[in-house]
């Protein structure tokens, strides 16, 4: 049996939050402190003379003991640690981590046993690895890769089978260099990918595309969707993936082609239309020139609707990066443009002194298109349109109230999906689908109904963020 400490070294023990014991060589308790009652409930002179491994978890018992006779018996300064699970005064289990050492003192007669409650901690960690589990399931099922870094890029956490694929570079690459994957980038694209990167550190989302994959000539091309994840104000890991958008990009790249060649050849021919359609009017007789006027009149629409054609080419196929754009200004240059074209109009505007959205810029061409539109088919001796814009907590709101006629049901639910574009119906305007586009990709939402007087169109749009540019 072990000798007892001295008083004083006992009232120093009292007082650490550990719990300090002391055990011969069969593990039995020769001392304990008081932080038993603490972390616990039990009596520390309850325990004295107890096998301390017969409260031991039995799961967790073979491993404890194998520790504890490994470091006794060995022959060198010895000292391990280990985890079990301890049962307490109420029967309930706490999971405690003890230090077993060899180096004794003849004045202790036994072994210093230093142990603490890691409770907490084993939940957090059983947690984190629960995450991490179902994380992998996840990301071994899809064809994206996920991927996990430390802040500052300096180490890899973790990254899905299908970077391989993707990058063309084996995932053990980059767990020796997690820095790698910029081999795996066009040197044209690498500076923009820097930049993303430094943006994460310091706490900001990110989303861009670039080319990766040497091994295909880089001609993989990627979208990228990155966030830091912050914790007590500071970033501590950047998480994101990466979705392979080559085909996207080709079919954008045959749409462009495709755009040209059309607006090119569609405004040569046009131009040798209206031409011939003027010399007929101008020496025609008046039968003739009124046929005239009709070709002049819808050449020029088919021209304009081969310009709204190429805004929205622009606008499907462009990188959109949405930015914060004053609706209140935007809708003041749209009416001064209508204004321009429709002088004898009138449009009345509602609206504070400002109301920033997190747009797209093309709402600008959006907010004249419904102008345009509205003034156009006004049946009214004086064609007039109210605007009326508000702010709400996540939104900003913005209606269009006119006095033309009923916009045909066809029209917007062909728009918002709620009927499909057929042979039989496919007469929606590019216009109105500029309009619907450009507040899709700003993340807003447009509805249509019908007034007393004609048509109110409403969009209502996202307020920004506070991480918004």
């Known amino acids: 049996m072990p ?67 490994r470091v006794i018996t060995s022959e060198d300064p010895t000292t391990e640690t280990v985890r079990y699970r301890f049962r307490s005064a109420d029967d309930s289990w706490i999971w405690m981590e003890s230090r077993f050492s060899n180096v004794t003192d003849d004045s202790l007669g036994g072994y210093v046993v230093s142990s603490r409650d890691v409770t907490a901690k084993v939940q ?34 973790f ?26 980038i066009h040197p044209d694209d690498v500076p923009c990918v820097e930049d993303a990167m430094e943006r994460l550190s310091a706490g900001e989302s990110v989303s861009f595309e670039h080319r990766v994959n040497p091994e295909h000539n880089y001609d993989t091309y990627v979208w990228v969707q990155g966030e830091p994840v912050v914790e007590d104000g500071a970033v501590r890991r950047i998480v994101g993936f990466t979705r392979d958008i080559t085909d996207r990009h080709r079919r954008e790249r045959q749409l462009a082609v495709m755009d040209n060649l059309l607006r090119h050849n569609l405004r040569n021919d046009l131009s040798v239309i209206l031409g011939n359609a003027d010399l007929i009017e101008r020496e025609g007789d008046e039968e003739m020139a009124g046929r005239a006027k009709i070709i002049r009149q819808f050449g020029n629409d088919l021209l304009a609707s081969a310009e709204k054609q190429r805004t929205i080419i622009d606008l499907l196929t462009g990188i959109q990066r949405p930015k914060r754009v004053d609706v209140v200004d935007a809708i003041e240059q749209a009416v001064s443009v209508v204004s321009a074209e429709y002088p004898d109009a009138t449009v009345r505007v509602a609206a504070p002194h400002a109301a920033e959205v997190q747009g797209l810029s093309e709402l600008k061409a959006a907010f004249i298109e419904l102008l345009e539109n509205a003034l156009k088919h006004d049946v009214t001796e004086h064609p007039a349109v109210d605007v009326e814009i508000s702010v709400e907590e996540e939104h900003v709101v913005v209606q269009f109230v006119d006095t033309c006629p009923p916009i045909p049901d066809e029209e917007y639910r062909v728009l918002t999906g709620e009927k499909e574009m057929t042979e039989v119906y496919h007469n929606t305007g590019l216009g109105l689908w500029l309009v619907y586009w450009a507040v899709d990709l700003s993340g807003g939402r447009i509805t249509f109904e019908r007034t007393e007087t004609g048509n109110g169109i409403t969009l209502r749009l996202p307020r920004p963020t506070e991480r918004s540019d």
């Open 159 to 184: 990254v899905s089978p299908a970077y391989e694929e993707t990058y063309g570079q084996p995932i053990e690459r980059i767990r020796e260099d997690p820095l790698a994957f910029l081999d795996t």
């Open 3 to 69: 000798r007892s400490l001295d008083l004083s070294g006992q009232s120093l023990l009292a007082y650490t939050q550990d719990k300090v014991a002391l055990v011969d060589e069969s593990g039995e308790f020769g001392y304990i402190n008081d932080a038993a009652k603490q972390l616990l409930g039990y009596d520390p002179e309850s325990l004295v003379g107890e096998d301390a491994f017969e409260y031991i978890h039995s799961d967790d018992r073979k491993a404890a003991r194998a520790c504890f006779e």
């Open 124 to 157: 957090a960690e059983h947690k984190r690895e629960t995450a991490e589990s179902r994380l992998r399931e996840i990301a071994n099922t899809i064809s994206d890769p996920v991927w996990m870094f430390s802040e500052d890029w300096t180490e890899l956490l």
